[in-house]
Nanobody
Framework: QVQLVESGGGLVQAGGSLRLSCVAFRSGVSVDSMGWYRQAPGKQRELVATLIREGVANYADSVKDRFTISRDNVKNIMYLQMNSLNLEDTAVYYC???????????????WGQGTQVTVSS
């Protein structure tokens, strides 16, 4: 099983920065990928960034060169550093782990409870 606990959201002015954290408590699950998603009011949940393996990350075009995803393997914490925030970044941000219990079992998505990020003008 996997339990994910996010923190670091809040209210920030446009142009400012925030760092989100996601602590992963994992037992018996191997990880295919980890990432961050977000959902703005009235919109579908969308990918922000994923970390497939050490040093290999994918970003949504809208956050490239502004956001950085990283992971502390010792502490089992994943981070999302968000710089140059704009109004369109306002959303609930969710931590995601995609994993499986064995090599041939289907991958399962695990989600955190979400943390609100609000960018003001």
């Amino acid at each position: 099983q996997v339990q994910l606990v996010e923190s670091g959201g809040g209210l920030v002015q446009a142009g400012g920065s925030l760092r989100l954290s996601c602590v992963a408590f994992r037992s018996g699950v191997s990880v295919d990928s980890m990432g961050w998603y977000r959902q703005a009011p009235g919109k579908q949940r969308e990918l922000v960034a994923t970390l497939i393996r050490e040093g290999v990350a994918n970003y949504a075009d809208s956050v490239k060169d502004r956001f950085t995803i990283s992971r502390d393997n010792v502490k089992n914490i994943m981070y999302l550093q968000m710089n140059s925030l704009n109004l369109e970044d306002t959303a609930v941000y969710y931590c995601n782990v995609r994993g499986r219990t064995s090599l041939f079992s289907p991958a399962v998505d695990y989600w955190g409870q979400g943390t609100q990020v609000t960018v003001s003008s």
